[in-house]
């Protein structure tokens, strides 16, 4: 069983907006700082963005999604949200949460299973 739940995924026109949710069925997030990374084929899984513990008062994000994507924490800190706006081709990808911080992928253990974002007219 993953210990993180994406949902969200869809297919979405070029310009269009989606926006993406994350969830653990058996911990409370809201104590964890929480990252979204996506893996397109043929590349390597990228780091999108990531939020802080508690409040979410830290963010960071990728240079690609900087000014288009929000991260944000609702329901008490235990949902953590992605919302893409301005989507372009070249955010097709599985996306997937990662427990902890840190953009690198190396920097988590535990990861949800993924949900699929496609961009396309």
């Not at 513990?53 to 960071?60: I, K, L």
């Amino acid at each position: 069983q993953s210990q993180l739940v994406e949902s969200g995924g869809g297919l979405v026109p070029p310009g269009g907006s989606l926006t993406l949710s994350c969830k653990a069925p058996f911990f409370s997030l809201q104590y964890y700082a929480l990252c979204w990374f996506r893996h397109a084929p043929g590349k390597e899984r990228e780091g999108v963005a990531c939020i802080s513990a508690h409040r979410g008062a830290a963010t960071d994000y990728a240079d690609s999604v900087r000014g288009r994507f929000t991260i944000a924490r609702s329901n008490g800190g235990n949902t953590v949200t992605l919302q893409m706006t301005n989507m372009n081709s070249e955010d097709t990808a599985v996306y997937y949460c990662a427990r902890d911080w840190g953009l690198d992928a190396g920097s988590h253990d535990h990861w949800g299973q993924g949900t699929q974002v496609t961009v396309s007219s």
